[in-house]
């Protein structure tokens, strides 16, 4: 029998469960679905709206035929601390624990009482040289949020295989771990907000998280033209960025919001290209739910002067001929679901 694995996204706006059997080294799609999310879901600390939130994913589960009870479920990037030092001198397994506890200190604006630690070696050069270096990926999961998932999970009667950032979820279902992948920007357009993931030779070397997102957006075009707010994110999804659309109207309320998260863009590839270490950043995915906004592409690809592209997760994926179509419409907002179903065993 093929394993089983299934990810599990639990967003603001929408919930996504994706579920993959193994055969050979080749994964194949065995079930995808997607739900709204309960308001206020994951914002509330209250048992009755995280049990609606339990009840919503059982909901999913059953609709999209999966029993299986175990997990890989993301952490949002907006509420963890993600951090890559490059400062470090050459350092062994045991001498990084007590340096990248101290290093951590200057980053987590809390207790390392209050959070799990995790960190992966990116470069070590060969010897104990002068110019010798050490680059680590850290990551810091406050236990309350990871308590608030578990507990979720508990609810809904599954348990958790593991937790990890959205970032390495996407970076894994649209790079992979490909050294020869050139250069690329991540840019995750969610609900509430937009993350950055610099990626190099398959390694995440730069993220960041913005409170600027798809309900950004949204608010401006309802504060423009007085709509409701499902109005409003009609004409979102309809025009967005067309400036030949409506007299360019809907273009110019939603341009200020779109020119805040580029601009974001072009100081995380600046801030990537001025390390020593890599590649120049050759494209941008643009992935998660607003990735799909008519003329965002263009309009990025204008500014920033690099090939922009939707996120695809199920490129490397075995589907059916037939679904192949429905796949591709949706395709960016499975981006993270993708990626943790992907997920191998440690």
Known sequence: MPKITVGL??????????????????????????????????????????????????????????DTKEVVVALPE????TRVID????????????????????FIPMSLAEVNLNWQVLFRSQAKTTNAKTVVLVIASPKRIVAKYIKIL???????????????????????????????LIMQMGATTTDFTAVSKGLIWLTRSISTGG?????????????????????????????????????EALKPIVDIIAGEGKRVIQAFETK??????????????????PGLVIYLANILGLEVQEADPWFPIIKD?????????EAPSYSIAVGLALREED
């Open 9 to 66: 996204d639990i967003g603001y706006s929408s919930i996504k469960v994706v579920s993959l059997s193994k055969e050979k080294e080749q994964f194949k799609l065995v079930s995808l679905g997607s739900i709204p999310s309960p308001q206020p879901g994951l914002f509330s600390d209250t048992d009755a709206d995280l049990e609606a939130l339990a009840t919503s994913i059982n909901k999913l589960f059953s609709a999209s035929k999966i």
């Open 78 to 81: 907006s509420r963890v601390f």
């Open 87 to 106: 400062d470090l001198p050459y350092l062994t397994d045991n001498e990084l624990t007590s340096a990248i506890r101290y290093a951590a200190e200057e």
């Open 154 to 184: 508990q609810m809904a009667n599954l348990r958790p295989r593991a937790l990890e950032t959205e970032t390495i979820a996407a970076t894994r279902s649209l790079v992979g771990n490909n050294p020869f992948s050139p250069g690329t």
């Open 215 to 251: 309900m950004t957006l949204t608010r401006s075009l309802a504060q423009h033209f007085n709509f409701e707010v499902s109005q409003a994110e009609q004409y979102k999804k309809i025009y967005g960025l067309m400036e030949d659309q409506l007299g360019g109207k809907v273009f």
């Open 276 to 293: 020593s270490l890599h590649d120049p950043i050759k494209r941008v995915v643009l992935s998660g739910g607003g990735a799909k906004m």
């Open 321 to 329: 001929q037939g679904s192949i179509a429905r796949l591709a419409q």
